[in-house]
T-cell receptor
């Protein structure tokens, strides 16, 4: 039983297209995150939601728009894809957003923009 | 300069060796420190978590924090081929100000060969 799942696992698309990545967690957690991991393995937070409310919004282009329809889901929509968007995107969840709340990561979505 | 610096390696050691992985950080507001392990094509998973300066041991793994030097380490004793992975240090501020935001190091790629 996968705790944090993402779809799709791989996404190959052309520059300028719009795409979405979906994330679901079955842990009953209140907080969900999106991270971006570049080709050098550097992992950086993009967004965080707690009880469907945005609590972290790092310096991310407006082309990226997260949406949380409910506590168990956090989707990421990307408009007008650029070459630099190629990366692995990880969803994560935690019970709360305190310093001691363990974050559980999904398997990642490998996005390639051609 | 990044807030968290980690030698990306790669690091290659023979089975049974003691491995030392290190991170330095510049932000003295960081109070909680974590090590994540990431196997190839998988999401990161929490390995160890520490708060105070000193050592914390869990089986073959020891996490060490020196807040005065802004330096953290992870030691792996009797390393095994199954330890081959990327190890990411992560840290966060105390209390509610963090909102769950983890700041990661670049990750060190470790290979343990039989």
């Amino acid at each position: 039983d996968t705790a944090v799942s993402q779809t799709p696992k791989y996404l190959v698309t052309q520059m300028g297209n719009d795409k979405s990545i979906k994330c679901e967690q079955n842990l009953g957690h209140d907080t969900m995150y999106w991270y971006k991991q570049d080709s050098k393995k550097f992992l950086k937070i993009m967004f965080s939601y707690n009880n469907k409310e945005l609590i972290i919004n790092e310096t991310v282009p407006n082309r990226f728009s997260p949406k949380s329809p409910d506590k168990a889901h956090l989707n990421l929509h990307i408009n007008s894809l650029e070459l630099g968007d190629s990366a692995v995107y990880f969803c994560a969840s935690s019970q709360g957003f305190g310093s001691t709340d363990t974050q559980y990561f999904g398997p990642g979505t490998r996005l390639t923009v051609l | 300069q990044k807030e968290v610096e980690q030698d990306p390696g790669p690091l290659s050691v023979p089975e049974g060796a003691i491995v030392s992985l290190n991170c330095t950080y510049s932000n003295s507001a960081f109070q909680y420190f974590m090590w994540y392990r990431q196997y190839s094509r998988k999401g990161p998973e929490l390995l160890m978590y520490t708060y105070s300066s000193g050592n914390k041991e869990d089986g073959r793994f020891t996490a060490q924090v020196d807040k005065s030097s802004k330096y953290i380490s992870l030691f792996i004793r009797d390393s095994q081929p199954s330890d081959s992975a990327t190890y990411l240090c992560a840290m966060t501020k105390a209390g509610g100000t963090s909102y769950g935001k983890l700041t990661f190091g670049q990750g060190t790629i470790l290979t343990v060969h039989p």
